[in-house]
């Protein structure tokens, strides 16, 4: 069975959540002109979003991380976007060498060893190319939900963050059958993973399906406590500072 056929469902106000994230975005688009960024990880909500603005024709630059480890499934979704939207998705990565001194020092599977080991992989992988992704911009755009976890339950449609930027979060109020209802409904491409019950994908060593009743993040870093599942990208405070430790220029 299809991720469409298993979670995509009409649901009452759904059209109303479709314009306020037009409205989301366009706004966001004006009052950050020529500076803001969609940071898709090519999860099934940043894939919508990236149709909205393509469907808009809104002057929103869409760029995503190529950690190295990602599935073969999702670095596939680039040149599907681009073919299918006749859009450019700028392709950031961690820098070479700071991943070869980390593998060299901690091994292949360093991100199970410890929470501080698996942080900083992300953070060499994710963080300083965000980092990169995100210099100069003054506001950028995410697929959170409050529905996605506890630590989101509160997501806003917008806040500031560590670095002064405002974070836009035009999905924050959808649920995951309307993620999927708006799929079916505009045939957006999406990872062939979704339909092996893998509902929130990052790396191939740190994603895992579900069970049915497990919750929606539960295939991410499966192996440790709850509250600690966040790789950093949606977390105030965290320092790129930590990449530097692990040998990544500043």
């Known amino acids: 069975?299809?991720?469409?056929?298993?979670?995509?469902?009409?649901?009452?106000?759904?059209?109303?959540?479709?314009?306020?994230?037009?409205?989301?975005?366009?706004s966001?688009?004006?009052e950050h002109a020529g500076r803001i960024v969609q940071a898709t990880s090519l999860g099934a909500e940043d894939m919508v979003i990236t149709d909205l603005i393509a469907r808009h024709g809104l002057p929103i630059t869409v760029a995503t991380l190529q950690t190295?480890?990602?599935?073969?499934?999702?670095?596939?979704?680039?040149?599907?976007?681009?073919?299918?939207?006749?859009?450019?998705?700028?392709?950031?990565?961690?820098?070479?060498?700071?991943?070869?001194?980390f593998v060299q020092k901690n091994g292949e599977r360093a991100m199970y060893e410890s929470i501080e080991l698996r942080k900083a992989c992300?953070?060499?992988?994710?963080?300083?190319?965000?980092?990169?992704?995100?210099?100069?911009?003054g506001a950028w755009i995410t697929g959170l939900r409050r529905e996605q976890s506890d630590t989101r339950a509160v997501v806003p449609f917008s806040e500031p963050d560590d670095?002064?930027?405002?974070?836009?979060?035009?999905?924050?109020?959808?649920s995951w059958a309307d993620v999927w209802h708006y799929i079916a409904a505009h045939d957006v491409p999406y990872n062939p993973l979704h339909d092996e019950f893998m509902p929130s994908i990052g790396c191939a060593p740190c994603t895992r399906a579900?069970?049915?009743?497990?919750?929606?993040?539960?295939?991410?870093?499966?192996?440790?406590?709850?509250k600690a599942k966040e790789c950093g990208l949606h977390v105030k405070d965290t320092a790129v500072s930590t990449v530097s430790a692990i040998g990544a220029p500043r």
């Open 1 to 26: 069975m299809s991720a469409i056929e298993l979670y995509a469902r009409a649901s009452v106000g759904f059209d109303e959540r479709v314009a306020h994230a037009v409205a989301v975005l366009e």
């Open 28 to 30: 966001a688009a004006a």
């Open 68 to 101: 190295g480890a990602l599935h073969d499934q999702t670095t596939a979704l680039i040149p599907r976007i681009e073919t299918r939207y006749g859009i450019e998705v700028e392709v950031f990565k961690p820098v070479e060498e700071s991943v070869v001194h």
């Open 122 to 137: 992300c953070a060499t992988r994710k963080l300083e190319p965000l980092a990169r992704m995100l210099a100069g911009a």
């Open 163 to 174: 670095k002064g930027r405002i974070k836009f979060n035009p999905l924050a109020d959808w």
């Open 210 to 226: 579900i069970a049915v009743g497990e919750p929606f993040r539960a295939g991410r870093w499966w192996w440790e406590d709850e």
